[in-house]
């Protein structure tokens, strides 16, 4: 029902920047939280940041300060700025978004799109 699409990752060097982009489209009546999720090799995926229709935001602490969550409701798309890139940093990132598909849809269901590579070198 949503299609997630990710661009803007790459290659950057340590202390360099980046922004994420992620737009959905499909069939759905609105979104409520998009986000960003990293995983790494072996790792279990997590949370880099969130933020909800009404703006709100919650990053994980080793990214807070550095990076930055956006979005435009009315474009159903969400960005993730990220400054002072480490080499810790280098994972794939992905998007996800929390849709309702129906104006009475009680629950949401969540998607994800198909990651996108950020390397960082130092």
């Known amino acids: 029902h949503v299609l997630l699409v990710e661009s803007g990752g790459g290659l950057v060097q340590a202390g360099g920047s980046l922004r994420l982009s992620c737009a959905a489209s499909?069939?759905?009546?609105?979104?409520?939280?998009m986000g960003w999720y990293r995983q790494a090799p072996g790792k279990q995926r997590e949370l880099v940041g969130s933020i909800t229709s009404g703006g709100m935001t919650h990053y994980a602490g080793s990214v807070k300060g550095r990076f930055t969550v956006s979005r435009d409701n009315a474009k159903n798309t969400v960005w993730l700025q990220m400054n002072s890139l480490n080499p810790e940093d280098t994972v794939v990132y992905y998007c996800?978004?929390?849709?309702?598909?129906?104006?009475?849809?009680?629950?949401?269901?969540?998607?994800w799109g198909q990651g996108t590579q950020v390397t960082v070198s130092s």
């Open positions: 996800k978004a929390d849709a309702r598909l129906t104006p009475r849809s009680g629950v949401t269901t969540q998607y």
């Open positions: 499909g069939n759905f009546f609105s979104i409520d939280r």
